[in-house]
């Protein structure tokens, strides 16, 4: 009976870190062109987009995933957010003056995504 409980608890820790902690690291550097961001199974893919300061950059996320914990992206610490359709690309255009590393999440930041500003 123990080990069934430990077993069962194993099994949602090891949920718990895949759905937390192991989501896709890959990156993009542009200059000017759309970033195409599929929003589905509760990632952004590609989760890191580094872009170059003061660059304009324009991201157009894909959105997938019809539930409403998906339907709005926030962009933390730049003031700004977007509602995203599913059907149609939905794009969102920035031009970060400052370099650092800003968060964007779903409105309940079950979504991750990391826009990575360089100087
Ligand atoms: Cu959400």
Sequence with gaps: MLWVNLAGLLS???IVYWFWLSRPRSKKVTTGTA???????GVYTPARITVGVGHPVTLRFIRKDVS????????????KSETLEVG???E???QVAQAG???????MQMYQGT???TP
């Design 12 to 14: 949602i820790v090891l």
């Design 35 to 41: 970033i195409e961001i599929l929003v589905e199974n």
């Design 68 to 79: 409403p914990c998906a339907e709005q992206v926030i962009f933390h610490g730049l003031g």
């Design 88 to 90: 149609r690309p939905n």
């Design 92 to 94: 969102i255009t920035l």
């Design 101 to 107: 590393e800003y968060r964007f999440t779903c409105q």
């Design 115 to 117: 826009l990575v500003v």
